[in-house]
Nanobody, 120 residues
Framework: QVQLVESGGGLVQAGGSLRLSCAASGRIFEINLMAWYRQAPGKQRELVARISGFRSTNYADSVKGRFTISRDNAKNTVYLQMNGLKPEDTAVYYC??????????????WGQGTQVTVSS
């Protein structure tokens, strides 16, 4: 089985920084698109940032210039560096990855989520 395990969430004051990590484990041949989503209470889950296997990136307008997504293919890990955090960034952050198995099949996986809380 493949697992995505997030870490790095927590409580931070407005203007502060956090770095989220998401490590994939299991019998993985290759990881294609990796992404971070978030879901605030009472709201739909939304895309925050994504990065391709060639390290092409896309960001939600609300986080451009403040968040940076990166990946370490050797470690099957994706990161989200969050600077200039605002109270409206408070949410559960989820890692997502498109994974290819050695069998050649693909599957999309979600992590369990990590809470980020920004106080004003």
């Amino acid at each position: 089985q493949v697992q995505l395990v997030e870490s790095g969430g927590g409580l931070v004051q407005a203007g502060g920084s956090l770095r989220l990590s998401c490590a994939a484990s299991g019998r993985i041949f290759e990881i294609n698109l990796m992404a971070w989503y978030r879901q605030a209470p009472g709201k739909q889950r939304e895309l925050v940032a994504r990065i391709s296997g060639f390290r092409s990136t896309n960001y939600a307008d609300s986080v451009k210039g403040r968040f940076t997504i990166s990946r370490d293919n050797a470690k099957n890990t994706v990161y989200l560096q969050m600077n200039g955090l605002k109270p409206e960034d408070t949410a559960v952050y989820y890692c997502n990855a498109d994974i290819q198995y050695y069998s050649g099949t693909y599957a999309n996986h979600w992590g369990q989520g990590t809470q980020v809380t920004v106080s004003s």
